[in-house]
Each structure stands twice: as structure tokens, then as C-alpha cells.
């Protein structure tokens, strides 16, 4: 039995107008607490927004909600750090493992030829693996995962004996991966940043792991991208149900880290 109550938290700034007024996306955020953090999470989300590259916000929105639903915990994806020379050398390897994961040539060809079209977006596009198009229909929004966190204790155990730096970009990254990439319909999904200063993203998957690509871009480059990759035979509203609404809580343990290319 569950007896303590969370609160889903979600943090939305933009420049020049609300998003629903064309505005520019600066800054999201999402968050799973209990109420005695609730204080401590609003400030961090509103600095989050506040002292961002992509500018500085003139709209900004940041709400609570109890959460009814059960909480899930699952386990973070295993992560590999592939290092790569250029943002073309990133890029064919995405491609790759995007394939290797599971989505054929051609859809995925089909996908980055859209990718410029989808860059204002504040949430991610959902593409079918069998036609190559995206099937969600949240327009210029985007479906925003929501709903999951990482208990900070436990993610910096996992930073530590992954020899990684204990920022929340990486937490917030892995945890959404992780979400996404535990369900049935999932795929794969590919991901940068749309932060000037950020070049590094990840191509994820359940059965390739979370596996980040140092240069995805050029810096300076505001263009971001997160695509999930779908089985739309499987039922779509569901999982974009899932996406949106499931409580998800990332627990990390010392025997989760053997899992990247497991099936391989
Ligand atoms: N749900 C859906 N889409 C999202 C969400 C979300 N909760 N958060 C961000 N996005 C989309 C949105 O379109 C953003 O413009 C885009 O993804 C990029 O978001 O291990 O920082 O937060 O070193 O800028 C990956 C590598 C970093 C981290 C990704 O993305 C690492 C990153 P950003
Ligand atoms: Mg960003």
C-alpha cells in the first residue's frame, strides 16, 4: 500500500508571448515530490527557467497537482557515453543505433527529413515504426512526458559509480528516457538539446540502453529534437496516456549497469 501522497510539479517558460501566443519555448520542466518539497521545487524550477541560454522569459507558468494514480519505480536505462569527433559523426551514429534498436532505414530517413519542421516544439513528436509518420496529435506542442523523477540520494549514488557529474540535465534525461522506454509500445527514441550551450544527446531504448553522443550539433545551434519512435500497431493513446499521466519514480541499483547491449 501507498500511503504517501505526491504532487506532480511542471515548470513552462517562453519568450515573447505564451506558447499558445506563438511565444518562443525557453524552458519545461517536470517534477514528482512529496508536499513537504514543494517550496524547495518551485524555486528550483523557476531558477531553471529563469537563468536560461535559450533567453530570458517574458511568460512563465509553474503549477501543482496531486496525483491520484499509483507511483511506479523502475530502473534507470544501463548508459554508455560514445564519443564522436563532430555532430556528422554523431549524427551517422544515431542513425545506427537508431537501427540497431529496432526502426528501419527508411523510417528513419523519413523522420530526419521532417526534423527541421518539428524544431520550435516543446514537447516531443511520436513517429510509427511501420510508416514513418508521426502519429501523435498534439500539433506544435508535443507530447510532454510528465510525472517522473529521481530521488536526488539515489541519483547521485549512480553518478558516482558511473564517474559522471551529478547535473540535473543528465537526471532529467535518463529518468525521461527511462519512462519512455518502459512500455510496450516503445522503440527507440532520439534526442538533443535545443540549448545554444548543450551538444550532447542519446539515442535510448530498451534493448540498447541509454547511449549519449558527446556532438549531436554545432554549439550555438538553438535547433533541439526528441523523437519517440512507436509501434502504432500497439495502442498509441495509451502510451501517450502513459507518457503524460503515469507516476514514475527512477530507483537505481548497484546490479541495473550490466544491461546496455544485453541482447546482443
Ligand atoms: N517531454 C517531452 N519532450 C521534452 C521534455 C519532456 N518532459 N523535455 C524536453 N523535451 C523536448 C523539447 O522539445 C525540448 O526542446 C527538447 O526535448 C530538448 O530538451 O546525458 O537537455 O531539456 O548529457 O533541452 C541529453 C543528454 C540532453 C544529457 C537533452 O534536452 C546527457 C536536453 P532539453
Ligand atoms: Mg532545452
Redesign the pocket.
Known amino acids: 500500500m501507498q500511503e504517501e501522497t505526491f504532487y506532480s510539479v511542471r515548470m513552462r517558460a517562453s519568450m515573447n508571448g505564451s506558447h499558445e501566443d506563438g511565444g518562443k ?1 525557453i524552458s ?1 520542466g ?1 517534477r514528482l515530490i512529496t508536499f513537504d518539497n514543494m517550496k524547495h521545487t518551485v524555486n528550483a524550477l523557476l531558477e531553471k527557467g529563469l537563468s536560461h541560454s535559450r533567453g530570458k522569459p517574458d511568460f512563465m507558468q509553474i503549477q501543482f497537482e496531486e496525483v491520484h494514480e499509483p507511483v511506479k519505480t523502475i530502473h534507470p536505462l544501463a548508459m554508455k557515453t560514445n564519443k564522436v569527433e563532430s555532430p556528422e559523426e554523431g549524427q551517422s551514429l544515431a542513425r545506427f543505433l537508431l537501427e540497431k534498436a529496432g526502426v528501419s532505414r527508411k523510417v528513419i530517413e523519413k523522420a530526419y527529413k521532417h526534423i527541421p519542421e518539428w524544431r520550435g ?4 513528436v511520436v513517429v510509427d515504426i511501420h510508416s514513418g509518420k508521426r502519429i501523435d496529435q498534439t500539433l506544435e506542442k ?5 510525472r517522473m523523477d529521481w530521488p536526488d540520494a539515489n541519483f547521485e549514488n549512480w553518478a558516482l559509480r558511473n564517474n559522471m557529474p551529478s547535473n540535473s ?2 537526471k ?3 529518468a ?1 528516457a527511462s519512462k519512455v522506454s518502459d512500455h510496450p509500445a516503445a522503440v527507440a527514441e532520439l ?5 545554444p550551450d ?1 551538444i ?3 539515442v535510448a531504448s530498451h534493448k540498447l540502453g ?1 547511449q ?1 553522443i558527446t556532438a549531436m550539433k554545432e554549439y550555438g545551434n538553438e535547433d ?3 523523437i519517440f519512435f512507436a509501434d502504432g500497431s500497439e495502442d498509441v493513446n495509451s502510451y501517450i496516456n502513459y ?1 503524460v499521466k503515469q507516476p514514475i519514480f527512477i530507483d537505481w541499483g548497484e546490479d541495473d549497469d550490466s544491461r546496455v547491449d544485453r541482447k546482443k
Open positions: 519555448h519545461g517536470e516544439i516543446r514537447g516531443a508535443g507530447v510532454r512526458v510528465s540535465r543528465t532529467e534525461a535518463l525521461l534526442c538533443w538539446s535545443d540549448d548543450y550532447t544527446g542519446y541509454y549519449r533541439g529534437c526528441r507518457l
